[in-house]
């Protein structure tokens, strides 16, 4: 059955990630032929690329996004796009992010603690926590290609 999937953009070759380079993988846009692809990068978005890189803290607000530069919480204007981006496209069935990312990863981003210590390697990106509080079915790449793979 065709499905409308959020995708990160990173993942079909824009050039979106930190260092202004992509994800590309042509495996995967294989696998999702046929489908209605829909690409988001609140990265991208909120700061550009190429830009600085930011890791998730376990803080007493709970995950945020510390920039690596500015030692900032820089969660905020993630979390603002994440919103907007699933209020104007409500007709998402699927989100496939990029797998560990600190913005887009499903269940394998790493969060540290604030002495940058790692507490887990399996955690939810902003975004992606954005689409599960909306009951949106959320898969990291990387699970996927697996699955096709075995
Ligand atoms: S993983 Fe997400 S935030 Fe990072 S470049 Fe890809 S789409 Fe943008």
Same mark, same amino acid.
């Given at each position: 059955?065709?499905? @409308?999937?959020?995708? +990160?953009? #990173?993942? $079909?070759? @824009?050039? #979106?990630?930190?260092?202004? !380079?992509?994800?590309?993988? %042509?495996?995967?846009?294989?696998? $999702?032929?046929?489908?209605? $692809?829909?690409?988001? #990068?609140?990265?991208?978005?909120?700061?550009? !690329?190429?830009?600085?890189?930011?890791? /998730?803290?376990?803080?007493?607000?709970?995950?945020?996004?510390?920039?690596? %530069?500015?030692?900032?919480?820089?969660?905020?204007?993630? %979390?603002?796009?994440?919103? @907007?981006?699933?209020?104007?496209?409500?007709?998402?069935?699927?989100?496939?992010?990029?797998?560990? !990312?600190?913005?887009?990863?499903?269940? !394998?981003?790493? $969060?540290?603690?604030?002495?940058?210590? /790692?507490? +887990?390697?399996?955690?939810?990106?902003?975004?992606?926590? %954005?689409?599960?509080?909306?009951?949106?079915?959320?898969?990291?790449?990387?699970?996927?290609?697996?699955?096709?793979?075995?």
């Amino acid at each position: 059955m065709k499905k @409308t999937i959020a995708i +990160s953009a #990173c993942l $079909l070759g @824009t050039p #979106c990630r930190y260092d202004a !380079s992509d994800n590309k993988n %042509e495996a995967l846009l294989e696998t $999702l032929q046929g489908h209605t $692809l829909i690409p988001f #990068c609140p990265e991208d978005h909120a700061f550009g !690329s190429p830009r600085p890189t930011m890791d /998730l803290i376990a803080t007493i607000q709970g995950h945020r996004a510390i920039s690596n %530069e500015s030692m900032l919480d820089i969660s905020a204007p993630i %979390e603002a796009y994440a919103k @907007t981006f699933f209020d104007t496209h409500p007709q998402i069935d699927t989100v496939i992010g990029k797998d560990r !990312s600190p913005s887009c990863g499903v269940c !394998s981003s790493k $969060l540290y603690n604030e002495h940058k210590q /790692l507490l +887990s390697s399996h955690e939810a990106g902003l975004m992606i926590k %954005e689409a599960q509080r909306r009951n949106i079915t959320c898969i990291d790449a990387e699970h996927i290609l697996n699955l096709t793979n075995n």
